[in-house]
């Protein structure tokens, strides 16, 4: 909260610092709080910290990248998605600024499962950034399996093989694995043998991952078309003869998918049913080991939300304390330490 206060105080002044200032809370207003926060972004600040840059720089790429960027937290993607293509058009020097609304538009777009846009997004960032080859090929193949059998084959994509690439791309930054990465190259191990064993609406997890969930809940019509999207899924996986050894996992996954759309449209007991099943899971889950911890985070949040205080934080110093070597597992602390 200091550091806070020391930037909202060089925000105010008209020096490079405060520049400076303005850009860096905004980085935190609508990405870290989101990420690496329970997704709760003070939109409000962002807006005012932006709109006399705004008026000053209209066709600033960096100032439209952050309209942009707010008007998604609000859920505004339609408007989004025009300015971010602003964005692009605004400059041509900056390459990494057009990856960034690639980014963004990638997401826009799979919020509303416009898979074939979103294709074209990850398409692009897997051939032109460099940032994560390993993220963007897994995202990309992660969006193609969402896309219809005969939509699929238009591409010319080939799934097994952009999910056995994945390995091969990770990277080390000072000799550190980057978590999301991790995470990406251990889901697409399902692919590696001679006979892949599909994920199972890997793009919505991957959402997840990123706290999407938190910024498409802002729209009731799009969350009600991702929880139909699931629970077709979850019917799929029901009456499946041939089971796989990552069956739990994936009911478990899709439970607290359900869940979280069913959080956002306001039904709370439904919500609370479907992340209790993956608790009480736990034990048949025999890969993903992350899906209990972060499920226990989000009924703490649920509970939270119910202005049940101490269940809430129960739950989430459970999640916090009992949980270790999983996927995420600094990200899921970050997210706890701004929750409590």
């Not at 790429?61 to 993607?77: E, M, P, T, V």
């Not at 971010?84 to 400059?91: L, P």
Request: aromatic residues 12%.
């Amino acid at each position: 909260e200091l550091g806070l206060c020391q930037l909202r105080e060089g925000a105010s002044g008209s020096s490079l610092r405060a520049i400076l200032c303005t850009f860096t809370l905004l980085v935190y207003h609508t990405y870290v709080s989101l990420i690496l926060g329970t997704g709760e972004a003070n939109l409000q600040e962002a807006d005012s910290l932006l709109e006399p840059y705004l008026h000053r720089f209209p066709n600033g790429s960096i100032i439209l990248f952050y309209a942009a960027r707010i008007d998604i937290l609000k859920g505004n993607f339609e408007k989004a998605q025009l300015r971010f293509q602003e964005c692009i058009a605004a400059q041509q020097e900056w390459k990494q600024i057009h990856h960034l609304c690639y980014w963004e538009l990638m997401w826009c777009y799979t919020f509303q499962q416009n898979w074939l846009q979103a294709y074209r997004y990850a398409d692009l960032l897997s051939k032109e950034s460099r940032w994560s080859k390993a993220i963007y090929v897994f995202q990309k193949a992660a969006i193609l399996c969402m896309l219809p059998e005969d939509d699929l084959k238009r591409t010319g994509e080939d799934i097994v093989s952009l999910f056995r690439q994945v390995d091969g791309l990770k990277q080390r930054i000072a000799g550190k694995s980057i978590p999301t990465e991790k995470f990406a190259v251990r889901k697409a191990r399902r692919y590696a043998s001679s006979q892949p064993v599909k994920l199972i609406l890997p793009a919505l997890e991957m959402m997840y991952v990123w706290n999407g969930f938190a910024i498409v809940g802002k729209r009731a019509d799009l969350t009600e078309s991702l929880l139909v999207t699931i629970e077709k899924e979850e019917t799929a996986l029901q009456n499946e003869t041939n089971r796989s050894e990552y069956y739990m996992d994936d009911v478990c996954m899709l439970q607290l998918l359900k869940g979280l759309c069913l959080k956002h449209l306001g039904r709370l007991m439904q919500a609370e049913l479907c992340f209790s099943k993956v608790v009480q899971s736990e034990k048949q889950i025999k890969y993903d080991s992350y899906l209990v911890p972060f499920t226990l985070y989000e009924l703490g949040l649920l509970y939270k939300q119910q202005d049940e205080r101490e269940k809430a934080i129960r739950y989430i110093e459970t999640a916090k304390n009992n949980y270790k070597e999983y996927s995420m597992e600094s990200r899921l602390h970050f997210r706890i330490h701004a929750a409590l």
